[in-house]
């Protein structure tokens, strides 16, 4: 954009500009001829007085205007000239036929054809020249190949490589040059095909022997080549191929065999027609038993064969690198073909592997660190056999938990056979003591002693002939393979078959019930016929039978009783606390006795093989640990015989884990299910007094606490789970009943009568089999809750109904009554009260319940004053009079005295 130029500033105003700024300002209106006329007259006008002004100017400045005329005028000539000598110069230089450009370019191509024709004779030279040397190369190599000398025909094949490399010029995409390297790959091959065959007959390893040829026959020829001539001509993939197929050969057919069974070995030297050397070693296979020390012999024999017939004849660059590459294969077989199968499963095999493991570890250093040149602070025979302890005490401690594993999968696949046991206890002690094993004492005594095997004091122990455990510490040597109970030491034997005394918990007649049920129209004061004499053929009396059997072969397991539950008020036995089934609390016992009772309870033969197993374990571990068989330093954290030791809380271990699931099954019956409860107390008891053996070994005995705390819980567990899954199965009979409303209609009321029958019918079934199974203590609690439990159900169903009319409340009296007969349960003898207060809590209260349905307004009144009410809650007691009474004054009086609350006697 232009600067403006200030208006008051003179201009200096051209023509044109004069004439265009008029021509702008006219309009059509005003342009007319006379207009256009005067701007012409102007024009004309300024071209003349610039012409007058000009040539007023020459004629003032005369001189200096000739001056440059002349001057311009000479300029021009001087052009002139000037054009006229270039156009002559343009001419001589550029003429077509004359011209000195066209002479120079005809000169120049003349002596371009000449160069071109010069180079082509040199280049043709040369590649002749370079043929002809290739050609005399090609049959030098043809005839060397032909002849059999294989390792000159290999170096002439390779110069002949670099010659047709380095080929000049065009030659190399020669159709002549393409035709020489095809011919040079063809004999290449020949001749990696013959050296090939040559090298595997040379130097070979067959199953039975292995040859080294000194000199070679080539096929086709009759010239011998040196072993070592041929492999050093071999390519580098093609020897290490064949040195790799040799190491395997040497690896499958003499290492490992050679330390796996018994043979013969054999070295000679021949010389075969063509006079060619021949060493063979020549192994045949004995139908002896492999010796060890002729293993590491023969090994020896043929490693020193290879050192001096083989790996002579091998490059230099692989008479290091290959005996090297034998060091791994052949470690790895001696550790497992000779050291880990050797490795013996008992103390007494243990001096003979050792001794052979200071064998092993000598031919390590002679053979594997000198002759192969192995590194000799790497040494993995060595390390190994300086941790041959753990490595003892691994493959020990697998072989027991595998032969433990089969014992349990045994035993879970087959019905076990069971042995009974027995829960002794002082009549005033009241609690169950458990076991301390710190406060423990065992007492050894042989298998004929009146002494109980497994004493620990006098007043609580717990044994079994079964479980023969009584250690004799003379018996910890390594001369003791099998015990008295004919068990090979440290392994697993099945308890003998006198010892197994199995109960059949089907056995209906040893309750003294039968398949009667009680009738719904039955008096609940009337107690069925079959319940009497319910303990008359008891599987927990001392003298039954079944007792008599297994106590004849083994003496009665003895340790603390359960507690008996006390009956002194209902307030009691809401508050009592169970632990493993056996209640803790204040007792009275259901017999009035002073001498020690006994409660028996079976147990699988199976928890003798464990106590039999951990016991042999921490002996063997303390047998380990008392021999000075492993003297020599160790890598090893662990002191000898602790794994072993520790083996024992693993066979614990193994057993929770591994039966439930084998023995899946057969655990969903309920007397199974309480049977795995008792295994695991007992075990837990047993394990108490294993923790006497791993005195002094803080990690072991801890350890096993450890486990008898996890098998104490398990047998709860699976004590309360049995209830558990009994309770839940007869609330859901129960909950068929609909809340026993609408009782008053007799399809109503039958339906409830048989869901009624059936829970007795069940509460009964269950008894059945858990009383062969369980302690009677803890049968009593078993019994006790599931019974608990469904008189728990109806009392709130009952209690929920709004209105009972008088027809229903005689009913659903009818339907409690049919329950009544459930107190035999609880009858030891008929000279006895029953127990049936101490174990279900809330029994009283369902039996006034019944009173209650067909009771008067006076007989509650007097009920509650005499404090027998006592179970129920006020409001529960006002919920059922008004849904029994109509609303009168005397229902208003009775319910004012009950909201009054439980008078305090």
């Known amino acids: 954009m232009a600067f403006p130029l200030p208006s008051h500033l003179p201009r200096k105003v051209d ?3 004069q004439i265009l700024s008029k021509l702008d300002s006219t309009t059509w209106k005003t342009l007319d001829s006379s207009v256009g006329l005067s701007w012409r007259t102007e ?64 000169a120049l191509r003349q002596h371009q054809v000449l160069a071109q024709a010069s180079l082509n004779a040199d280049v043709i030279h040369a590649s002749l020249l370079h043929l002809s040397k290739c050609k005399t190369q090609l049959e030098t190599v043809q005839k060397l190949a032909d002849t059999g000398d294989l390792p000159a025909a290999v170096l002439r094949c390779a110069e002949f490589g670099s010659l047709l490399a380095a080929a000049p010029g065009p030659l190399p995409e020669a159709t002549v040059t393409a035709d020489m390297k095809k011919r040079l790959v063809i004999i290449e091959n020949r001749l990696s095909e013959l050296l090939g065959q040559v090298s595997s007959e040379g130097l070979h390893a067959s199953e039975q022997e292995i040859v080294v040829h000194s000199s070679n026959n080539v096929p086709g020829s009759t010239n011998l080549l040196p072993l070592s001539a041929v492999l050093s001509s071999l390519s580098h993939v093609a020897l290490s191929a064949h040195l790799s197929n040799f190491r395997r050969d040497l690896t499958t057919y003499h290492f490992d065999h050679t330390l796996r069974s018994g043979c013969l070995i054999t070295s000679t030297t021949e010389v075969n027609p063509s006079g060619s050397v021949v060493h063979k070693l020549q192994r045949s296979t004995l139908h002896t038993p492999p010796s060890h020390d002729v293993s590491l012999s023969n090994l020896s024999y043929l490693l020193d064969f290879l050192n001096e017939k083989a790996f002579p004849h091998l490059p230099q660059a692989q008479r290091t690198a290959f005996p090297r590459s034998l060091i791994k294969p052949l470690t790895t077989s001696i550790m497992a073909n000779l050291l880990i199968p050797s490795l013996p499963s008992t103390l007494e095999g243990l001096p003979n592997f050792l001794e052979l493991a200071c064998k092993t570890v000598e031919f390590e250093s002679r053979y594997i660190s000198g002759l192969l040149r192995g590194d000799s602070t790497d040494r993995e025979i060595k390390a190994w056999v300086d941790n041959v302890c753990v490595h003892y005490e691994r493959a020990r401690r697998i072989n027991i938990l595998d032969a433990f594993r089969n014992v349990v999968l045994e035993s879970a696949a087959l019905r076990g056979q069971t042995f009974m046991a027995y829960l002794a206890a002082s009549p005033g002690s009241g609690h169950e003591k458990r076991p301390d094993p710190e406060q423990q004492s065992i007492t050894e005594v042989s298998p004929t002693s009146e002494t109980d095997a497994w004493n620990l004091d006098d007043d609580q122990s717990l044994a079994t002939s079964s479980s023969k455990s009584a250690v004799d510490d003379s018996s910890w040597g390594f001369d003791d393979d099998i015990d008295q109970s004919g068990q090979t030491d440290g392994g697993l034997a099945p308890p003998t078959p006198e010892a197994k005394v199995e109960v059949d918990p089907g056995d209906a007649d040893a309750w003294g019930w039968n398949d009667e049920e009680t009738s719904p129209s039955e008096e609940p004061a009337t107690e069925p016929p079959e319940e009497v004499g319910t303990w008359d053929d008891d599987p927990w009396a001392e003298g039954a039978d079944v007792h008599e059997s297994a106590s004849s072969v083994n003496p009665p397991t003895q340790f603390v009783p ?23 609390g204040s007792s009275k016992t259901p017999r009035s006795s002073d001498h020690v009772t006994k409660e028996s309870f079976p147990v699988s033969t199976l928890i003798t093989d464990i106590v039999r197993t951990v016991e042999n374990c921490l002996r063997e571990g303390k047998s380990l640990a008392s021999s000075s068989i492993f003297s020599a330093p160790s890598t090893s954290t662990s002191s000898p015989g602790t794994l072993i030791m520790h083996t024992g809380a693993l066979v614990i271990d193994l057993y929770c884990a591994l039966y439930p699931v084998a023995a899946a099954p057969r655990l969903f019956q309920p007397s199974q299910y309480m ?84 829970v007795l019918r069940n509460i009964r079934s269950v008894a059945q089999a858990w009383k062969f199974v369980l302690p009677r203590n803890k049968y009593y609690i078993a019994i006790g809750n599931i019974v608990n439990g469904a008189l728990s159900r109806i009392l709130d169903d009952v209690l929920a109904i709004p209105d009972i009319p008088e027809v229903e409340s005689h009913k659903l009296s009818e339907l409690c009554r049919i329950l009544a007969s459930l107190e035999g349960l609880f009858v030891e003898s008929t000279d006895e009260s029953s127990l049936v207060v101490s174990f279900v809590p809330s029994w009283l209260k369902f039996s006034y319940l019944s009173e209650l349905l067909e009771a008067s307004m006076v007989d509650f009144t007097y009920l509650f004053e005499e404090g027998a009410l006592v179970d129920f809650e006020i409001d529960e007691l006002v919920k059922l009079v ?11 009086k009775t319910l004012d005295k009950i909201m009054g609350g439980h008078l305090i006697r």
């Open 882 to 892: 008004r849904a029994l009474f109509a609303d009168t004054p005397l229902r208003a």
């Open 562 to 584: 359960p507690t008996q539950v006390s009956a002194k008020s209902q307030k009691d036995s809401r508050q009592r606390q169970e632990t493993n089934g056996h209640v803790n």
């Open 43 to 106: 024009l004309d006008e300024c071209i003349r007085q610039t012409k007058n002004r000009i040539h007023e100017r020459i004629r003032s400045e005369s001189a200096a205007f000739d001056a440059q005329l002349s001057s311009a005028k000479s300029a021009q000539e001087r052009l002139s000239n000037m054009s006229h000598g270039v156009n002559t110069l343009t001419h001589t230089v550029f003429d077509p036929e004359s011209g000195i450009t066209s002479v120079l370019l005809a």
């Open 675 to 758: 049977q795995y409860s008792n295994d695991c107390y007992y075990l837990s008891e047993e394990l108490s007094r294993s923790l006497l053996h791993a005195e002094g070994l803080s990690d072991v005995k801890g350890k096993l606490k450890e486990c008898r705390e996890d098998l104490i819980v398990l047998a709860d567990s699976w004590f309360h789970q049995g209830i558990e899954k009994q309770a839940v199965a007869l609330n859901d009979i129960l909950e068929g009943a609909n809340g026993f409303i609408g009782t008053s209609d007799q399809d109503r009321y039958d339906e409830c009568e048989t869901i009624v029958t059936t």
């Open 15 to 17: 023509v044109s500009s």
